[in-house]
Nanobody
Framework: QVQLVESGGGFVQTGGSLGLSCAQS????????KAWFRQAPGKEREFVAS????????YYADSVKGRFTISRDNSQNTLYLQMNSLKPEDTAIYYC???????????????WGQGTQVTVSS
């Protein structure tokens, strides 16, 4: 069974940076396309970024394009999200997800992490 565990969340001021990690156990890391989602208080969970299993294809939500970078290290079974120029509206619980295809990971992921809180103060 695949398990995903996020880390790296925390508190940062507007304009600051934060890096998230998502470690996979079980399965083969290179066997899944992966994504980051987030859910702000009172809002639905939304797509943030995705990456293909070989890292060659990435997609970003318009709201984070140019500020966030998704990457992965299959040798370490780890997914990353580097977040720069953070804004208060980036405050949310961030989740990593995995699925067999990019379309699935961006819509109905098969596996989810438990989430990590990111808070950006104004």
């Amino acid at each position: 069974q695949v398990q995903l565990v996020e880390s790296g969340g925390g508190f940062v001021q507007t304009g600051g940076s934060l890096g998230l990690s998502c470690a996979q156990s079980g399965g083969t890391d290179g066997g899944y396309d992966k994504a980051w989602f987030r859910q702000a208080p009172g809002k639905e969970r939304e797509f943030v970024a995705s990456i293909s299993r070989n890292g060659g294809t990435t997609y970003y939500a318009d709201s984070v394009k140019g500020r966030f970078t998704i990457s992965r290290d299959n040798s370490q079974n780890t997914l990353y999200l580097q977040m720069n120029s953070l804004k208060p509206e980036d405050t949310a619980i961030y989740y990593c997800a995995a699925a067999n295809t990019l379309i699935l990971v961006m819509s109905t992921p098969r596996f989810w992490g438990q989430g990590t809180q990111v808070t950006v103060s104004s």
